[in-house]
Each structure stands twice: as C-alpha cells, then as structure tokens.
C-alpha cells in the first residue's frame, strides 16, 4: 500500500491550492485519512482528518478555509485549501489508517510541497 500525494506548489496569499491524495493498492476503504504539514523549523501538525463515514476534523487555524473530502470508490482523499496565507506554507503530508488503532496500521505519503507567498 502506498500514498501518494499531488497538487502542491507555489501561490499567492488569498488564492487557492487543492491536493489530492490516492492510496495505491488499498484493497478496501480506510478507516481514517487526513493531512498532517510541516513547516520549516517547525514539528508536524494534524490540519485535518475524515473517516470513512465522512466525520472532519479539523485544525482551528484551518478552520472556514480548508475542506477535506474523500472518495472512497477511487480510495482518494482531497484537501481544498482557500484563502491561503503564508502561514499555511510547508510539506503537505497524507496519512491513513486502515482500520482503527490499534488494530490498524498507519500509512504516511512522501509529502507534497505548498508555499503561499504575501
């Protein structure tokens, strides 16, 4: 099983991003995918999750301009990211799990670079 991220890059503070996220070789939905992010200098953060019913969660700083979403027929994760700031700049990280932990496994993509520029 591997995650594989797309949809990085460089904008400008205001403007839009979407990343997607497909996970090669699931056999069946996972139970939870989110994206975590690093910015430099900084630790890995959660920005937001989504189960395989469709609960969201997420990151308060995100919160009103990030939307996760998922398809599970295409085992696929999207992250809609609006009104960007530079803040929002680092490594965009996918992540899943299988099923629930600690039953589970946890699964990480090589991660995805956005920078917002002001």
């Known amino acids: 099983v591997e995650l594989v991220e797309s949809g990085g890059g460089l904008e400008q503070a205001g403007e839009s991003l979407a990343l997607s996220c497909v996970v090669e070789g699931a056999l069946y939905d996972f139970h939870l995918m989110g994206w975590y992010r690093q910015a430099p200098g900084k630790q890995r953060e959660l920005v937001a999750t989504?189960?395989?019913?469709?609960?969201?969660k997420y990151l308060e700083a995100v919160k009103g301009r990030f939307t996760i979403s998922r398809d599970n027929a295409k085992h696929t994760a999207y992250l809609q990211m609006d009104s960007l700031k530079p803040e929002d700049t680092g490594v965009y990280f996918c992540y899943g799990q299988n099923m629930v932990l600690p039953f589970g496994s946890e699964y990480w993509g090589k991660g995805t670079l956005v920078a917002v520029s002001s």
């Open positions: 989504i189960t395989a019913g469709g609960t969201t």
